[in-house]
């Protein structure tokens, strides 16, 4: 037996290239409601918000479906603001309200099963060395869509997703459920790889298990967060085994 006999597997930024989901997500969602949509202006003022709503949600301030309104709120807000939404921001269908354009939004994102070069073929090798789960902070009717059309399915034997548990990275207890199907492993055998300091590293931190940090672009770490490993490439990750 390797190292570690269960990865945890983090979703979107670790296996599934979510700045293409989300560009082109937001980019039909705006065509369709007539906004003035132009990727370079305004998909910046998006993952802004986007970044500060997600880490209000780790922390536990707002559930789900806040999240997932508000921040097309706070984005309509700022578009309108600075001129790049129709009509100077005005809502030019009556359709733009936020709760329309997260719907819209929302099934446009689903649709983007677009993985990270290489990620299936990585987990195609770890599944022969280990058991997977994927952990995922995340809407079930977006990343149960995108997990199908992925091709991952074949090989992780658990999907865990915070919006159908009631808890997400880095709490306990999405960590609780994620291992259900491994009690009997012990917990220096399970590793957690992803690419987020503050819901993948510090979650398998509080919790006791050894982490991996996947940090592509070599990012600094300010967080206080140290992981066990440090990775630049998925293709690494079968050698910590």
């Not at 290489?118 to 060395?129: F, H, M, Q, T």
């Not at 009717?141 to 992925?150: I, L, M, N, T």
Request: proline share 5%; glycine share 12%.
């Amino acid at each position: 037996m390797g190292r570690y006999s269960v990865l945890l597997l983090d979703a979107d930024g670790t296996l599934f290239d979510y700045d293409q989901a989300e560009g082109y997500a937001l980019e039909t969602t705006c065509g369709e409601l007539g906004l003035d949509y132009a990727p370079e202006r305004d998909l910046p003022v998006y993952r802004r918000i986007n970044a500060e709503m997600w880490r209000a949600f780790e922390r536990g301030e707002i559930d789900p479906g806040t999240l997932s309104i508000e921040r097309f709120r706070r984005f309509l807000d700022a578009v309108g603001a600075n001129g790049a939404a129709g009509n100077g921001g005005a809502r030019a269908d009556g359709g733009a309200d936020p709760a329309t354009m997260a719907d819209r939004y929302l099934g446009h994102l689903a649709e983007g099963s677009f993985l990270i070069p290489g990620a299936l073929d990585v987990v195609r090798e770890l599944a022969s060395l280990a058991r997977l789960a994927v952990i995922t902070n995340g809407l079930s009717r977006v990343q149960r869509s995108r997990f199908s059309g992925s091709g991952l399915s074949e090989y992780v034997e658990h999907l865990v997703i915070s919006d159908e548990v009631g808890s997400q990275k880095p709490e306990p207890g999405i960590f609780d459920v994620a291992l259900e199907p491994f009690d009997d492993v012990p917990r220096e055998q399970v590793l957690i790889v992803g690419d987020s300091l503050t819901s993948d590293i510090a979650g398998g931190v509080r919790y006791g298990i050894a982490t991996c940090w996947y940090n592509p672009d070599a990012r600094e770490n300010p967080d206080g967060h140290v992981p066990t490993h440090e990775i630049r490439t998925l293709a690494e990750i079968p050698g910590l085994l």
